[in-house]
Structure formats: structure tokens, C-alpha cells
């Protein structure tokens, strides 16, 4: 990776530092694939934006396997909990061979963290993402899950995971849970996994589809990512799945400060944004530039 000379105080009352930085290439120099038949990324680039033509709302209507969630440790929710959701939990061999396929493929050539790769071939991706995408569900580019959001490329997820380099037992914050897609991954690495997401629709499916695959430890709340979850805080990794117009100062401060690590896009909407891996020493943060990517929005509280 390319590591970008920049290395702030970290000042709490400010939004942090801007957006503006020149593309870096992949640590191996290899392109990032991006098939998305409805979505073109930035040449160079990986993407988890929504397709361009209409997004179909996420149902929640009964699916051949679903069910009511398992009992989650969790506090009491802040979102509604649905009875059964549009989600497939049957794990066959076709979907296993399909999954393998995709991290040899995909995966394996861009990431070296072996325990990476191995939860890479252990959750179904399947499962949280609608049953009409099933025949995409392993194939390495973002797909719809509603609400204007999507289930992330996993090729990147994967990368990104990678870059937080996480031991068993470190306490890990994703931002935006999404499909639960991410969480799952972090969950195979970590058992101290908390997620947030604002929309409550999202966060109420994704509580259903990990309880129902035995990712019931994560916890989730609905809330505005911006501000990250302090309750839990200090953090030794977070993980941003929606992309910001500046580096979040609250999400900074709530790293731990010896070696706190922050995976994030940061770019406007739109347009082509920049990954980048933030470490926190104390008072002092460097910003490593990772590679360009094209994220949804970060969606904020109106008002």
C-alpha cells in the first residue's frame, strides 16, 4: 500500500480532515474486478453503490426457511423485529462450491490473513441478501438489499477485513450493518463484535438472518453511525461500510489510542472515493491510502 504522509492531532471539536487525495494502487498492483452488470466502477476501483435502476424494497415476508429470531444477549432492540424475512438459510453443497469458487477466484489472491480467507468460505453470503438475487449471491460485485443499500463486493470485504488485523478478542465497531453481511465475516474472527445502523428496517432483518445463523453475540443497535457507539468504546478496530465526505472525528476518538485501527471510505456522493486505514498512537493519527472505491452515502439523522 501507498502510504500517504499524513499524520493529524487528533482534535475532537473539529470534522476532521477532507477527502481530497490521489489514487493509490492495490497492495499486489492488481486491479479490482467489478462485474456488476447494472453499476460501472472507477477504472482501478471497487464499488458498493446501488445500481442505477429502481431498488426493490426489502421484503419481509415469510421465506422458505426463515424464522422468528433465536434469543439475541443483546439489549432490548431499537428497531422492530420481524417475524420471518425473504432470506434462503439452506446451506447446500452447490452454494458451498459456489462459495469456494469465489474465494479462489477472488479472494485468496488478494488477501494473505489465512483466517480471513477461512471465514470468507464459511458464511453464507446467500443468506442475507433477498432470494431473488440468489443466483448472484456469489458472484464478486454488490448487490440491492433495499432501502437504496447493498451487500457489500466480497472481494472487498474481504480486503478491508484484512486491513484491520484482527485478533480473537478485540473489540471491533462496523458502521452501517447493512444485510449483517460484514458482522458475520468479523464475527468468525473476534466474539466482541458491536454493529450500528440507521435504518431500522435493515437493522430488524439483520438481527433475524445472524440469530438465525448463530451470529446471535453481535450486537446491534440502530443509530446514527457518525457518532459511533461510545457506551462500547475504546475500540481496537472500526470498520465504516458507507462513505462520509470527511474522517469523523467521534469515530476517531473512540479508537483505542495505543494502535487503534479505522477501516473508511471518504469521498463525496457520487463520485469516486478513497479507502483508507487510520491508526491512532495517542493524541496522533496516520492515514494510510488503500485504493479508490465507490460506496453509498453515509446516511446521517435529518434534522
Not at 487525495?21 to 479490482?32: E, K, L
Not at 453499476?39 to 426457511?65: L, N, Y
Not at 443466483?135 to 433495499?146: R, S, T, V
Request: hydrophobic residues 40%.
Amino acid at each position: 500500500m501507498k502510504l500517504v504522509a499524513v499524520v493529524i492531532a487528533l482534535v475532537l471539536a473539529t470534522a476532521g480532515c477532507g477527502a481530497a487525495a490521489s489514487p493509490s494502487p492495490r497492495p499486489d498492483g492488481s486491479p479490482v474486478p467489478m462485474t456488476s452488470p447494472t453499476a460501472t466502477a472507477p477504472s482501478g476501483g471497487a464499488t458498493d453503490a446501488p445500481p442505477t435502476d429502481a431498488m426493490p424494497a426489502a421484503s419481509v415476508t415469510p421465506a422458505a426457511t426463515g424464522s422468528a429470531p433465536i434469543a439475541s444477549p443483546s439489549e432490548p432492540p431499537s428497531f422492530p423485529i420481524p417475524a420471518s424475512v425473504d432470506r434462503d438459510f439452506a446451506d447446500s453443497d452447490e452454494m458451498r462450491r459456489q462459495r469456494d469458487q469465489l474465494v479462489d477466484s477472488y479472494v485468496a489472491s488478494r488477501v494473505t490473513d489465512e483466517r480471513v480467507i477461512a471465514a470468507m468460505r464459511t458464511v453464507p453470503r446467500h443468506s442475507f441478501m433477498p432470494t431473488r438475487w440468489l443466483g448472484d449471491a456469489y458472484a464478486d460485485h454488490p448487490l440491492p438489499i433495499g432501502y437504496g443499500q447493498t451487500i457489500s463486493q466480497p472481494s472487498l470485504v474481504a480486503m478491508m477485513t484484512e486491513l484491520l488485523q484482527l485478533d480473537e478478542g478485540d473489540r471491533v465497531l462496523e458502521i452501517g450493518t447493512g444485510s449483517g453481511y460484514q458482522a458475520a465475516i468479523l464475527a468468525e474472527l473476534t466474539s466482541e463484535v458491536y454493529s450500528v445502523e440507521i435504518i431500522p428496517e435493515l437493522a430488524g432483518i439483520a438481527r433475524v438472518v445472524l440469530d438465525r445463523l448463530g451470529y446471535g453475540d453481535v450486537r446491534i443497535d440502530r443509530r446514527d453511525g457518525y457518532f459511533g457507539w461510545k457506551e462500547h468504546a475504546p475500540y481496537d478496530a472500526i470498520i465504516v461500510t458507507a462513505a462520509p465526505d470527511h474522517l469523523p472525528p467521534t469515530l476517531v476518538a473512540q479508537l483505542d489510542p495505543d494502535g487503534g485501527r479505522l477501516v473508511i471510505p471518504i469521498g463525496p456522493v457520487g463520485d469516486v472515493q478513497v479507502l483508507w486505514l487510520v491508526t491512532r498512537d495517542g493524541n496522533e493519527v496516520a492515514m494510510e491510502q488503500v485504493l479508490d472505491v465507490r460506496f453509498v452515502p453515509l446516511t446521517r439523522e435529518e434534522g
